[in-house]
């Protein structure tokens, strides 16, 4: 995404220098398609980009947390499930590992990645992204901002509401630290490795 953004950004430009001088367009007219552009490319196509990686990689994990969850169970002869365990999310399988199958995922260095990477997906999700009204939002906002200030911040969106902002950067690393969290929990299980196809 990093790389491939300018590289379109660069393109579209062209094209609009080309369109502009065979159209014979008033510079203002130019300046105010070139805005518009920019704005597209500096803000909106990298903010979308970032959060559509977020939410991608939140969908992974629980998937593929939840399917862990439900072959170690089946091949430790469990009869209590995932499904049957309160909450949702990482979280449900997270407590389920824990208390069920005594399988410690969430003293893993990485948990908590996981679960700001959950918190991130929310706001995006159920909040548009915005900081959000209430209390309660606004300090998860601030605290993710806090942890991670170079690669998150609030911009205004619209003129009016602050937007979070995600560098593909911080993607990258949530990327790195799922695919260790699950190295380490497979080895852990016995399982030969994280590439492995879990059934279920």
């Not at 597209?40 to 399917?67: K, M, N, R």
Request: charged share 30%; aromatic share 10%.
């Amino acid at each position: 995404m990093n790389d491939g953004i300018p590289t379109v950004e660069e393109k579209e430009h062209r094209y609009l220098e080309e369109l502009a001088a065979k159209e014979g367009w008033e510079y203002g007219d130019y300046a105010v398609e070139r805005e518009v552009l920019d704005d597209e490319f500096h803000t909106w196509i990298p903010t979308f980009a970032a959060y559509s990686a977020t939410i991608l990689l939140y969908s992974i994990v629980e998937t593929q947390l939840d399917a862990f969850a439900e072959h170690m169970a089946e091949k430790r002869g469990s009869k209590l499930r995932v499904n049957d365990m309160a909450g949702k999310g990482v979280d449900r399988c997270g407590h389920y590992l824990d208390l069920v199958l005594s399988i410690k995922v969430k003293t893993d260095p990485a948990w908590s990645r996981l679960k700001d990477l959950q918190s991130l997906r929310n706001i995006i999700v159920h909040g548009g992204g915005k900081r959000g009204e209430s209390q309660k939002s606004q300090k998860v906002v601030d605290e993710l901002i806090r942890k991670y200030p170079q690669a998150l911040g609030l911009r205004k969106a619209d003129g009016f509401h602050e937007q979070i902002w995600v560098s593909m950067n911080l993607c990258r690393d949530f990327a790195q630290n799922i695919g260790g969290f699950f190295e380490r929990i497979f080895k852990a299980s016995g399982l030969p490795n994280r590439h492995m196809q879990l059934d279920g």
